[in-house]
């Protein structure tokens, strides 16, 4: 059973770097399988943020982009993510997840439990 | 631009059909993807591919998907389906896009 779990800092403050590690088990990140992060604000909807595929190559969401990092440690298993200068904007839960290929499109079929980050001071 | 479309709430009766709705310029070229989301929880699949179900998902759960709009249909409505419900669509361009959601409310 493939299993994902978030952990970093609940609390940033402003104008700070959000960051958080997504522990995989029960399959290698070196699989054929991208990694993403979604996030969800309080109240809303699904924000896809980015992924990245074992090699480290990586897609991020363009309004994201310019503070976006997501990175991948194969040793440890895991991958994280960086996002600077946050705002009380990026406040959200954020779920790290695995992505499945299909012809033509993918989807994510694990998902971790969520971690809620606040931005405050 | 591209955008889905959910309604905001759905409501139905126990033991009826709901049928939640996700619409997009000529959606029926994708493949559509549905997740339920309980208060609290993670996303959890229930429909892939338009209409295919993982394991574990009742049969209860099916998906369609034509022109502009894609839907889920989730038959003998219980409690234990109250959620919200959201699809999402993938392409080369614009990545990973999820609907807005919809609230499914037993009455």
């Known amino acids: 059973q493939v299993q994902l779990q978030e952990s970093g800092p609940g609390l940033v403050k402003p104008s700070g770097t959000l960051s958080l590690t997504c522990a995989v088990s029960g399959d290698s990140i070196s699989s054929d399988n991208w990694w993403s992060w979604v996030r969800q604000s309080p109240g809303k909807g699904l924000e896809w943020i980015g992924e990245?595929?074992?090699?480290?190559?990586?897609n991020y969401n363009p309004p994201l982009q310019s503070r976006l990092t997501i990175s991948v440690d194969k040793s440890k298993n895991h991958f994280s993510l960086r996002l600077s200068s946050v705002t009380a904007a990026d406040t959200a839960v954020y779920y790290c997840?695995?992505?499945?290929?299909?012809?033509?499109?993918?989807?994510?079929?694990?998902w971790g439990q969520g971690t809620l980050v606040t931005v405050s001071s | 631009s591209d955008v889905l479309t959910q309604p905001p709430s759905v409501s139905v009766a126990p033991g009826q059909t709901a049928r939640i709705t996700c619409g997009g310029n000529?959606?029926?070229?994708?493949?559509v993807h549905w997740y339920q989301q309980k208060p609290g929880q993670a996303p959890v699949l229930v429909i892939h591919d338009d209409s295919d179900r993982p394991s574990g998902i009742p049969e209860r759960f099916s998906g369609s998907n034509s022109g502009n709009t894609a839907t889920l249909a989730i038959s003998r409505v219980g409690t234990g389906d109250e959620a919200d419900y959201y699809c999402?669509?993938?392409?080369?361009?614009?990545?990973?896009?999820f609907g807005g959601g919809t609230r499914l409310t037993v009455l």
């Open positions: 999402q669509v993938w392409d080369r361009r614009t990545h990973w896009l």
């Open positions: 997840a695995r992505e499945v290929a299909s012809p033509g499109t993918y989807y994510f079929d694990y």
């Open positions: 000529n959606i029926e070229s994708k493949s």
């Open positions: 990245i595929y074992h090699s480290g190559s990586t």
